[in-house]
C-alpha cells in the first residue's frame, strides 16, 4: 500500500464509528489499524511462494477465510471483511469510492489482558494456563479430519515443509542464523525424520492430524472471561493442516522462548487428560524445534521489509536470532547429562546474564542468590535493599540461609531428573565445595562458569543499575572493592572451570561455554 494511503487509514475520519485515535502496527504479510473498539486488518501484496496476497482477489478471497476459520474460536470478535475504498483523501472504510482492497474487521480485544503482557506482569496463574489447554484440545477433538488432510502428516509433507524453510533462510545466513546453526538443525530434523517414520504413520493412524490453528501463540491469546485464540493461518492449507502435536508445540516454544516453561508441564498435563493423547511427547521436541525455526524465519522477513522502520528491523533480527538460537537448543539440550552448573564472579562482572541465557538455550532450570535470599526474608524480589557490605540481609548468617536453600534446590532438580543452574556470587571457596559434593554425591556433571571483565565495564554496569527504579540486585561500586578483598580465587581442583569475558557479546560467551561443554 502506497504511504499516502496508509497515513489517510491513521486518520479516525477514515472509519465508519467514531474513534479517538488509530494506531497502526505492521508484520510482514499485513497493516493492522486499531481504532477505540475495532481492529481492521489489510493484507500485504507480498508473495513468499507459501503466501501469496499478490492480487485483489487473492487478498479479498483469504480474508474471507481468515474471517471464516477464525470464528471456529472465535466466533463473536471477527465481523466480517469490508471494502477499503478510494477517496479524494486517499484510502477510506467509508463512502461509495472504488474499491481498492480489502480489510477484516474485528471486535478490538482488551490489550492488557493478551497473554504475552500477564505473562510479563506476572499475572497468569496455573488454573489460567489449564483453560487455555481444555479450550485447544476441545477445538483440536472437533477439528475437522479426513483423508486429504491426513496426507499434510505424511513424511513426504513434513519433508518439504522443512526444505523450503532452508531454502527460505539461505539469504539470512551470517546475519540473523549464523551457518553451523542451520547445519546443526538440518542435521538433527533429516535424522528425526529418518529415524521415526513409523512414529509419523502411527501420528495419522491415529488420527492426530486436523484442521488446526497454526498460529497458536502468546501474542495471539487474550484471556477474559472466554479464552480468546485468534489470527489463525488462512493463507495456506499445508500449514494449518498439521499434527496436533504441531499445534500446541508452537504455544510450548513460546513459553520457552518467553522464560515461562514452567508453566508447559501444566498446559501438557491438562491437554493429555483432555484429548487422552499421551504419546504426544515423542514428537513435541520435533515440531518445537521447527515452531522455532519458523518463526526465526518469519521475524528475518520483516528485514526485508521496505516499509519497515530501521529500529523495528533491530528488534525483529534480535528477535529472529533469539528464535533461531532456541530451536537449536532444543536439539543439543538433548545430549546434555543431569548437570549442575554454577556460576562464580565479582558484582556486575555479568554472571546473571549468562545464566539466564544459558538456561534459556538449554532449558535448564535456575536458581539465583538474589531473588532467594529476598524470599527467604520476605522481602519483594525487586525492591532495593542497601545495607552495607557484610550486613543485614547481606551479613554471613543470612548468606549461609541463602546458600543451603540454593543447595536444597539444586539438589530437588537433581534428584528428579533436571539440570540446574545456581546463580550467585560463590565468592568463598567452601560454598563452592557444598556444591561440588553433591553433585559428586549424585553422580551428576558438575561445571563452574567464572565470569569476569575489565573494571571500568562493571561500574558502568552497576551504576546503570542504581538508575532503574527496581531491581533485584543490591550490587553497588562502594561495595565493589570489599568484596573483591573476600573473593577466593578458584583453583585447578574445583572442578571443570570454564572462564568467561563478558565484555563480549553474550551470544559468543554462550557459544563459548556450549563448546567447552562438548554440546557445539
Excluded at 540446574?420 to 561445571?447: H, P, Q, Y
Amino acid at each position: 500500500m502506497e504511504p499516502k494511503l496508509l497515513k489517510s487509514l491513521l486518520k479516525p475520519q477514515s472509519y465508519p464509528e467514531a474513534t479517538a485515535s488509530v494506531h497502526l502496527i505492521q508484520t510482514h504479510v499485513s497493516f493492522i489499524f486499531i481504532t477505540d473498539n475495532f481492529v481492521y486488518k489489510i493484507k500485504k501484496p507480498v508473495d513468499f511462494g507459501f503466501l501469496n496476497f499478490s492480487t485483489l482477489d487473492r487478498r479479498r478471497f483469504y480474508c474471507n477465510e481468515e474471517v471464516r476459520l477464525n470464528r471456529r474460536l472465535c466466533p463473536d470478535i471477527y465481523l466480517g471483511v469490508v471494502e477499503v475504498r478510494e477517496s479524494p483523501a486517499g484510502a477510506t472504510l467509508t463512502g461509495d469510492g472504488k474499491v481498492i482492497d480489502y480489510a477484516v474487521k474485528m471486535k478490538r480485544l482488551p490489550a492488557e489482558r493478551m497473554l504475552d503482557r500477564l505473562l510479563a506482569e506476572d499475572k497468569v496463574t496455573d488454573n489460567d494456563i489449564r483453560r487455555i489447554a481444555r479450550t485447544i484440545a476441545e477445538f483440536h477433538l472437533n477439528a475437522e479430519r479426513g483423508e486429504e488432510i491426513d496426507s499434510y502428516g505424511s513424511i513426504e509433507n513434513i519433508k518439504r515443509n522443512w526444505e523450503e524453510n532452508f531454502q527460505q533462510v539461505v539469504e539470512f545466513i551470517d546475519d540473523s542464523l549464523a551457518q553451523r546453526d542451520l547445519q546443526i538443525i538440518r542435521d538433527w530434523t533429516e535424522s528425526f525424520i529418518a529415524d521415526n517414520e513409523r512414529l509419523f504413520a502411527e501420528r495419522i493412524s491415529r488420527g492426530f492430524i486436523r484442521d488446526c490453528d497454526g498460529d497458536i501463540h502468546l501474542e495471539n491469546i487474550c484471556l477474559t472471561d472466554h479464552v480468546y485464540i485468534f489470527d489463525c493461518i488462512e493463507f495456506n492449507n499445508r500449514f494449518r493442516y498439521s499434527d496436533t502435536a504441531a499445534d500446541i508445540a508452537f504455544f510450548l516454544m513460546d513459553l520457552d522462548y518467553h522464560g515461562r516453561s514452567a508453566f508447559a508441564e501444566v498446559f501438557l498435563t491438562e491437554y493429555a487428560a483432555v484429548t487422552g493423547d499421551r504419546g504426544i511427547v515423542n514428537v513435541l521436541d520435533f515440531y518445537m524445534v521447527y515452531r522455532a525455526f519458523v518463526r526465526g524465519k518469519v521475524e528475518s522477513f520483516r528485514l526485508l521489509d521496505p516499509v519497515i522502520p530501521e529500529h523495528e528491523k533491530k528488534t525483529a533480527r534480535e528477535k529472529a536470532i533469539r528464535y533461531f538460537r532456541l530451536a537449536r537448543g532444543y536439539i543439543i539440550r538433548r545430549k546434555l547429562p543431569p548437570t549442575l552448573i554454577i556460576t562464580c564472579g565479582l558484582m556486575g562482572s555479568g554472571k546473571s546474564t549468562v545464566a539466564s541465557a544459558l538456561a534459556r538455550e538449554l532449558g535448564m532450570a535456575i536458581a539465583a542468590s538474589d531473588p532467594v535470599r529476598k524470599e527467604i526474608l520476605a522481602i519483594p524480589a525487586d525492591s532495593r535493599v542497601h545495607d552495607e557490605y557484610g550486613t543485614g540481609i547481606y551479613s554471613p548468617e543470612f548468606s549461609a540461609a541463602t546458600y543451603k536453600e540454593l543447595l536444597a534446590r539444586g539438589e530437588k532438580a537433581l534428584t528428579s531428573g533436571h539440570s540446574i543452574i545456581i546463580d550467585a556470587t560463590f565468592r568463598s571457596k567452601s560454598d563452592r565445595a557444598l556444591f561440588r559434593n553433591m553433585s559428586e554425591r549424585l553422580g551428576v556433571s558438575f561445571r563452574v562458569i567464572q565470569t569476569v571483565c575489565k573494571e571500568k565495564l562493571i561500574k558502568q554496569r552497576l551504576d546503570n543499575r542504581m538508575q532503574r527504579a527496581q531491581e533485584v540486585s543490591d550490587g553497588r561500586w562502594e561495595l565493589f572493592n570489599r568484596q573483591k578483598e573476600d573473593f577466593e580465587q578458584l583453583d585447578g581442583d574445583e572442578g571443570a572451570l570454564i572462564f568467561v569475558d563478558t565484555s563480549r557479546p553474550i551470544n559468543d560467551n554462550i557459544d563459548e561455554i556450549l563448546t567447552n561443554m562438548g554440546l557445539l
